[in-house]
C-alpha cells in the first residue's frame, strides 16, 4: 500500500501543472500570443539590411571624405568615379542622420519581435525617411529608384500583416 501512495501523489501533481497548447514547447504558455515565424523572417531581414546601412552611414560619418580618397583609387569606371566624387561632397553629418534613421528601422524591428506596435510606426518612419533622404543627399532630388520603393512597400506590408498581432 505504501507503494501506491507516491504513484497517486505523482498522477496528483502532474493533474495540478497547467497545460500548455504547444507540445514542442512545453515552457510557453498558452495565453502568450505566439511570434509568427514570417515576422522572425523579415526581422531578421531587416537586421542584415539595416544593420549594414548602419554601419556603412556611420563608418562614412567618421571617416568619410578619407575613405573616398582611398576609395578613388579602384574606380574602374567613369560612373564609380563619379559615384565616388559625389560620396565626397555629402557633409558627413548628412551621413550620420542616415545612420540614425537605420538604427531607427533596426529598434524598430525589434519591438515588432516583441509585438509591439510602436516598433510598427518607428520603422515606417525610418524607412519612408531614408527612402527620401538617401537619393536626395547624394543625388540631390527627391526621386528614389523603383526597387528600393518596392522593397520599402513590401516590407511594410508584411510588417502590417502583423499589426493586429501587436499591442
Known amino acids: 500500500m505504501e507503494q501506491q501512495e ?17 507540445p514542442q514547447n512545453p515552457f510557453e504558455p498558452q495565453n502568450k500570443p505566439r511570434r509568427p515565424g514570417l515576422l522572425l523572417f523579415l526581422a531578421i531581414l531587416t537586421f542584415i539590411g539595416s544593420g549594414w546601412s548602419f554601419l556603412y552611414y556611420l563608418i562614412f560619418s567618421i571617416a568619410g571624405p578619407r575613405l573616398i580618397d582611398s576609395m578613388m583609387s579602384f574606380a574602374s569606371t567613369p560612373q564609380i568615379e563619379e559615384m565616388f566624387l559625389r560620396l565626397g561632397d555629402v557633409p558627413q553629418w548628412q551621413f550620420l542622420l542616415l545612420a540614425l534613421f537605420y538604427l531607427g528601422s533596426i529598434i524598430g524591428a525589434a519591438f515588432m519581435l516583441k509585438l509591439r506596435r510602436i516598433g510598427f510606426y518607428m520603422y515606417i518612419i525610418a524607412q519612408i525617411s531614408t527612402l527620401v533622404l538617401v537619393p536626395f543627399f547624394i543625388t540631390g532630388t527627391f526621386v528614389p529608384g523603383i526597387s528600393s520603393i518596392i522593397i520599402t512597400l513590401i516590407f511594410i506590408g508584411a510588417y502590417g500583416y502583423f499589426y493586429k498581432l501587436m499591442s
Open 6 to 22: 507516491p504513484q497517486s501523489d505523482q498522477i496528483q501533481q502532474q493533474q495540478e501543472q497547467p497545460q500548455y497548447i504547444d
